[in-house]
């Protein structure tokens, strides 16, 4: 953290809502097992309280995805390797449908080779997308589907999935060269697997001539199937701004619209689909000045800007961009940390303009990376972390938000934020890394059951 926010600690006041606690979290556990170093955690819960987290257990060659899951008021299960072994397999992201299935998504390199750079040929590792499915009541996994083309490598995959088990998987694909060199492909594509249906073939998304590269798509899906998949757009003179595709439920997702995330430097922005089909939004500008939007997810979507009781905040987007989650009945939590580096949250009423926000933490520097989760009627929770421990504060049904509770011991890694999720009680679990001796581990705790 820089002095100057150090500093601004010694001389900035600031004022944590007390609150009747709404929940407390249970001492934290060891998720991954033995002696190989474990990292980049993610985790999904349903609304019945059905949970799966996925890790990457190993290193270069080593590296697998390693999965628990947990059946809604049982014991979490003994982690299960779920990767193809002998190439690494990296980046894992989790969902779990409605009825219980779980889907794991990751990349994983299939081969190497050579491509032609500025400054000159260099090796590339080749990955593709892939994904294994089970039900989280059962221990059979589907077998692995390779997701992508490997002519080309892909990013990190993003998924999302509707209440009827619907799922829709995006990644960058391309040469993973700069756009000035020769022979350059970079684009977005997506598969979808309908319930009790199989993966359709790759598509491509990104098709406008304003953007000189596409980077980092983003997956939002509500419970009713509309869907939103949107990426950041690179304009020229170091400018950036968001493209989206959307749909309504059993359409096909529609052409391409720019969101109004334009700003100098890269798109700090988060966006979530509520089951009504409506779609919230948080961005920041340049400058760090925060915008909070609405829109409804049909064949285009159009964000209009809300309403906010405080017009003056301003995010830290070094410590990562704004967070946005909304529940059954629209009501949406955001969170972000600020220039002074304070973890800060702000409610959005359903179809209502933004509440006043609340900072969270005052407990020491280093602090950042706030994720947010929300569960029914007003309840959810922000985590983040602080002095190199993993902190949290919940949300109860009265709107209240309670005081930060230190949910790990030091050592937490901020290169992987806090993962972080919710059923529809208020239950509420999230996964960090943290350094162990010479290695690291991953570690979870969970708030206990209403």
């Excluded at 969902?95 to 750079?117: C, K, S």
């Excluded at 779609?279 to 925060?290: C, E, F, K, Q, Y």
């Excluded at 946005?324 to 969170?335: E, I, K, M, Q």
Aim: net charge positive; hydrophobic share 45%.
């Amino acid at each position: 953290m820089t002095t100057a926010r150090t500093l601004a600690f010694a001389t900035v006041a600031v004022l944590v809502v007390a609150a009747p606690a709404s929940a407390a979290w249970d001492p934290p556990a060891r998720a991954s097992r033995g002696p190989l170093p474990a990292g980049s955690p993610d985790v999904a819960v349903n609304a019945r309280g059905d949970a799966v987290a996925a890790w990457v257990r190993g290193a270069r060659r080593d590296a697998a995805i390693v999965v628990s899951t947990r059946p809604a008021g049982q014991a979490w299960g003994e982690p299960v390797a779920i990767s193809r072994r002998g190439r690494p397999a990296i980046g894992p992201k989790v969902a779990i449908d409605p009825q219980g299935r779980v889907v794991v998504v990751w990349r994983q390199v299939v081969r190497t080779r050579f491509v032609t750079t500025g400054a000159g040929r260099r090796r590339q590792a080749v990955y593709v997308a892939r994904a294994r499915e089970r039900l989280v009541s059962e221990t059979r996994w589907s077998p692995i589907s390779t997701l992508s083309s490997d002519r080309h490598k892909v990013g990190p995959p993003e998924v999302g999935v509707d209440g009827r088990g619907g799922v829709l998987v995006a990644w960058h694909w391309g040469t993973g060269t700069s756009p000035a060199d020769p022979g350059f492909v970079g684009r977005v594509q997506y598969v979808e697997r309908p319930a009790d249906g199989d993966w359709s073939s790759p598509r491509r998304l990104s098709r406008s001539g304003l953007c000189t590269e596409v980077r980092l798509p983003r997956v939002a899906v509500g419970a009713q199937g509309n869907a939103v998949v949107w990426w950041q757009c690179d304009l020229s003179g170091g400018r950036s701004t968001a493209m989206a595709v959307s749909r309504a439920p059993g359409s096909p997702l529609g052409a391409e619209t720019q969101l109004p995330f334009r700003q100098a430097g890269d798109v700090a922005a988060d966006l979530a689909v509520a089951p009504s089909g409506r779609a919230v939004a948080v961005s920041a500008a340049s400058d760090g000045t925060l915008s909070w939007w609405r829109g409804d997810v049909g064949p285009a979507l159009s964000l209009n800007a809300l309403a906010a009781l405080a017009t003056d905040e301003r995010i830290d987007t070094d410590a990562g961009p704004p967070r946005v989650a909304v529940n059954t009945t629209g009501d949406a939590l955001s969170a972000w940390t600020d220039l002074l580096g304070r973890p800060r949250a702000a409610p959005i009423a359903a179809d209502l303009g933004v509440g006043s926000p609340t900072s969270l933490d005052d407990a020491g520097i280093d602090l950042g990376g706030a994720v947010v989760a929300v569960g029914d009627g007003r309840q959810g929770a922000v985590a983040w972390f602080a002095d190199g421990r993993a902190r949290a504060a919940m949300r109860a049904a009265t709107g209240d938000l309670d005081p930060a509770a230190t949910i790990s011991g030091p050592g937490v890694v901020a290169r992987d934020p806090v993962a972080l999720a919710m059923d529809a009680s208020g239950q509420a679990v999230a996964l960090w890394t943290r350094a162990v001796g010479n290695r690291t581990v991953v570690e979870r705790a969970a708030t206990a059951a209403p």
